[in-house]
C-alpha cells in the first residue's frame, strides 16, 4: 500500500491574515495584532514533539559571570521581510538585542504583494530549525509539501516529461524536511510572531545611516533615529542600505516578464506531481501545488521591460503567447480570473565581492537578488540569516574569554567569506535555468526565421538529446548540493526525518517508468468535439468499468454488451470501434471499420489504428472516427471530486468547454 502525500492547506482567509498598519515601540503607541487562525488547515501550537535533536550552547561558570557584566551588542535590521525576520528571530535566540524597522508590514515585497506562495527548500528548512525547532514546525506545518512527488522539467506544447527532478532523496538520506510551500503571508505572520511585537518597528523605513566606528546610526524616513552596535540591511533588491555603501547601481533586468496568478483547480495527476516547469523557446511556464485546491502559476515571456497591458487584457495575452500548448498550462489559464492575474519584470543583482563596510553588512535580496528559476531566493536569505547570527555569536563568546570588546567588523567579514561562494553558484544556476528554460527547441527549426516552416515536420531537434544526457547525470549532483550541501555546517539540530514527510511507495517507480506515472491520472475522461469540421456537438464521457466498454457506432446495438455511444456521422459504421478501460488506462480499438479509427497524438504523430488491436491513448489525444474529420474529439480528463462544488461545476464546464 502506498502512503498519501501529506499536504497541509494554506488558503487562509486574508482578513484573518493582515498585519494592523502600526509603528512599534514609537513615541505615539498603536497596537499591533499578531493573530493566526487556528482552524481548518491553520497553524497549531498545541502539543508538538520536536523531532529535533537541539545542543545548547554552554558557557564556563567563569564565562557566565563574565557574561552577566557584558551587555550583548544592540543589533538594527533594515527590513522586515522574510530575511530580516529570520535573522531577528536567529540574533533574538542567541541573546542580542534587536530592533527590525520595515516600511510596511502589511505589504509583503517583491512576488509577496501578489499574495503568493514561496517555496522553502529542505536546506532553507533545516536552517530555521538551527535556529528555532518550534517556528520551523510551524512553517512545515502550516506548508504544502511538494518534494515528495515527481517535479521537473516538460515539453511546453507536448506537456511530455524531459528531465525528472528528485528532491526527496537529497532530503531523506541527510536527515532533512522534504521541500515546501506556503504563503508568503503565513510565513511572515509565524515569523513576526516569533520575534515579538516588541522588537519590530511598524511604519519605519531606513533611508540613512552613519557608521562612526563603535557606533551606527540609523535615520528614518520620518527622521527618527536610532542607535546600535550594527546594521543589517535586509531592505531587498531595491535596498537603500546597499546604497548607501556603495552608491546607487542598476538591478540586472533578465529579459524577461512575468504574469502570474493562482487558479481554484486541482490537476489529475495531484497526486503524483508537485511542480512543472514548461519549457519554450523565449517562453516558459511554471505551475506548482499549493494546498487547499490552488494551483500557483507563472508565465515568463522574453520581451523589453516596462510592458503595459491594456485594461483587462493579460488573459487574453496569456492565451495568444501560449496559443496551442498543452492543457496543463491552458487549464491553469482557463481556471484563473483576469483580476487575480498579476505582472512584473524580472529583476537580479550580480552578487559583489564585498557585502558590507563597517559595521554595516547586507544580507538576502539587498546583496544577491536571484531570478525565482531555482526556487532558492528566500531560502538563501535564511542560510545567511543563520551564519550571521552564527558568527556574531563565537564573536562574542570570543569577547567574554578575553575580556575585551566584541569584534563586530570581523565577525562581519566571516559571514561574508563563508556565504560568497555558495551564494555565487547558486545565483549562477538561477540565471542558467532561465537560459536553458527560454532556449529550448523541440524540433528543427524553432527560432529559425525562414527555415521555421521546418517544425511543421515535427523533427526532433539534435540538442534535446544531448541536453536530457546532460541534465540526467549532473542534475542529482546539483540537487544533492543545494539541498544538503548547507546541512554539515548547521548546529543545533540533528538529522532526523519527519514522519509527515515519507513519500509515496510508489515514487522511485514514477522517476522511471512514464507509463506509471500516467496510471496515477484521477479524473473523468471525455471525448470532446474538436476541429472545425467536426459535426458533433455532444460532450462524451467514458466509463472506466472493465466490463462495460463503451460501443462506439452509427446505430445502437443491444445485442453486445457494452455501454452505446451513438456518433450520427457519414464515416461512422454501425459498429465502428470500442473503447476500453483496463489497470487504470484506455484502449481503442477498432472493430474494422471501412473508413477506418485514427489517433494523433501529443506529438503531432497521426496513426491508423490496427483492426482489432487495442491502441493505448492519453489525455490530449486526437481521435477520429472516419476519415473526414466530421467525428473528431479531443481526449479531456478533469479532476475527480468526492463532493463537486458548484464553483467546481462551473471551473470543469469552463475546461470542456474551452477545449
Known amino acids: 500500500m502506498g502512503s498519501t502525500p501529506f499536504c497541509y492547506s494554506i488558503n487562509q482567509s486574508p482578513s484573518k491574515l493582515d498585519f494592523t498598519r502600526t509603528h512599534l515601540l514609537s513615541p505615539v503607541a498603536k497596537q499591533f495584532y499578531f493573530h493566526l487562525p487556528s482552524g481548518g488547515g491553520g497553524l497549531r501550537r498545541s502539543r508538538r514533539r520536536s523531532l529535533v535533536g537541539v545542543k545548547a550552547a554552554t558557557l564556563s561558570v567563569e564565562e557566565q559571570k563574565k ?7 544592540r543589533v538594527l535590521v533594515a527590513g522586515g521581510g522574510i530575511g530580516g525576520l529570520v535573522f531577528a528571530l536567529a540574533a533574538k535566540k542567541k541573546g542580542f538585542d534587536v530592533l527590525v524597522f520595515e516600511k510596511d508590514l502589511s505589504a509583503i515585497r517583491g512576488e509577496g504583494q501578489y499574495r503568493g506562495p514561496i517555496q522553502i527548500q529542505s536546506n532553507a528548512l533545516a536552517a530555521l530549525e538551527a535556529i528555532d525547532v518550534p517556528v520551523a514546525e510551524e512553517v512545515m506545518e502550516a506548508g504544502c509539501i511538494t518534494g515528495d512527488r515527481i517535479n521537473g522539467l516538460v515539453d511546453g506544447v507536448s506537456g511530455t516529461w524531459y528531465v525528472k527532478f528528485d528532491t526527496f532523496t537529497p532530503a531523506a538520506s541527510r536527515g532533512l524536511p522534504v521541500t515546501r510551500v506556503i ?11 516569533a520575534v515579538g511585537e516588541d522588537v519590530i518597528r511598524n511604519e519605519s523605513n531606513v533611508v540613512d545611516f552613519k557608521d562612526s566606528g563603535n557606533k551606527v546610526t540609523v535615520v528614518l524616513e520620518n527622521g527618527q533615529r536610532y542607535e546600535g552596535d550594527l546594521l543589517v540591511g535586509a531592505d531587498g533588491i531595491w535596498s537603500k542600505v546597499r546604497s548607501n555603501l556603495f552608491g546607487r547601481s542598476e538591478a540586472t533586468y533578465s529579459g524577461y516578464t512575468c504574469y502570474t496568478g493562482i487558479a481554484d483547480f486541482v490537476p489529475a495527476d495531484i497526486e503524483s506531481v508537485g511542480y512543472r516547469v514548461f519549457l519554450g523557446y523565449k517562453q516558459y511556464f511554471v505551475s506548482s501545488d499549493v494546498g487547499g485546491g490552488k494551483m500557483q502559476w507563472y508565465a515568463f515571456h522574453e520581451e523589453p521591460a516596462g510592458g503595459v497591458d491594456t485594461p483587462n487584457g493579460m488573459k487574453k495575452r496569456l492565451f495568444e503567447i501560449f496559443e496551442g500548448w498543452c492543457d496543463n498550462v491552458l487549464d491553469l489559464l482557463h481556471a484563473t480570473e483576469e483580476e487575480a492575474i498579476l505582472r512584473r519584470d524580472i529583476y537580479d543583482r550580480t552578487p559583489s565581492f564585498t557585502w558590507g563596510k563597517g559595521r554595516v553588512t547586507l544580507l538576502g535580496d539587498s546583496i544577491h537578488a536571484m531570478q525565482p528559476n531555482m526556487g532558492q531566493g528566500g531560502c538563501m536569505a535564511i542560510e545567511d540569516s543563520y551564519q550571521l ?11 567574554v574569554t578575553t575580556n575585551r570588546p566584541i569584534d563586530i567588523v570581523s565577525s562581519l567579514k566571516r559571514y561574508e567569506e563563508s556565504r560568497r561562494l555558495r551564494v555565487a553558484i547558486i545565483h549562477g544556476m538561477a540565471r542558467m535555468a532561465a537560459i536553458m528554460a527560454s532556449t529550448y527547441k523541440a524540433y528543427l527549426g524553432v527560432g529559425l526565421g525562414p527555415l521555421s516552416f521546418l517544425a511543421k515536420f515535427r523533427v526532433p531537434h539534435p540538442g ?5 544526457f546532460f541534465m540526467d547525470m549532473t542534475m542529482p549532483l546539483m ?11 548547521l548546529e543545533g539540530r540533528s538529522p532526523s526525518c519527519r514522519l509527515t514527510d515519507k513519500a509515496d511507495d510508489r515514487l522511485r517507480e514514477w522517476f522511471e517508468n512514464d507509463e506509471a506515472l500516467e496510471r496515477t491520472i484521477n479524473g473523468e475522461w471525455y471525448l470532446v468535439p474538436y476541429g472545425n469540421k467536426c459535426s458533433i456537438s455532444e460532450t462524451l464521457c467514458l466509463t472506466k468499468d472493465e466490463d462495460q466498454p463503451c460501443i462506439i457506432g452509427s446505430e445502437p446495438d443491444q445485442d453486445i454488451p457494452g455501454t452505446p455511444i451513438v456518433i450520427p456521422s457519414p464515416q461512422v459504421s454501425k459498429m465502428h470501434a470500442r473503447v476500453i478501460y483496463k489497470d487504470g488506462a484506455f484502449f481503442l480499438m477498432d472493430l474494422r471499420s471501412e473508413h477506418g479509427t485514427y489517433v494523433t497524438d501529443n506529438q503531432g504523430r497521426r496513426y491508423r489504428v490496427t483492426p482489432s488491436f487495442p491502441a493505448r491513448f492519453r ?12 467525428a473528431a474529439f479531443r481526449v479531456k480528463v478533469v ?18 468547454q474551452a477545449a
Do not use: H
Not at 540537487?479 to 555546517?489: A, F, N, R, T
Not at 486526437?622 to 466530421?630: A, L, T, V, Y
Not at 475527480?640 to 470542456?656: A, Y
Open 389 to 399: 547570527a552564527l558568527e556574531l555569536e563565537e564573536a562574542w563568546k570570543q569577547s
Open 639 to 656: 479532476r475527480t471530486t468526492p463532493k463537486l462544488t458548484r464553483r467546481d461545476e462551473r471551473s470543469n464546464g469552463k475546461l470542456l
Open 479 to 489: 540537487l544533492d548540493w543545494v539541498l544538503g550541501g548547507y546541512s554539515e555546517k
Open 464 to 468: 534535446i538529446i544531448g541536453g536530457r
Open 67 to 73: 557574561t552577566k557584566k557584558k551587555k550583548k551588542p
Open 619 to 630: 489525455p490530449s489525444d486526437i481521435i477520429e472516427f472516419g476519415s473526414d474529420k466530421k
Open 183 to 193: 504563503s508568503r503571508m503565513t510565513l511572515q505572520q509565524i515569523l513576526a510572531r
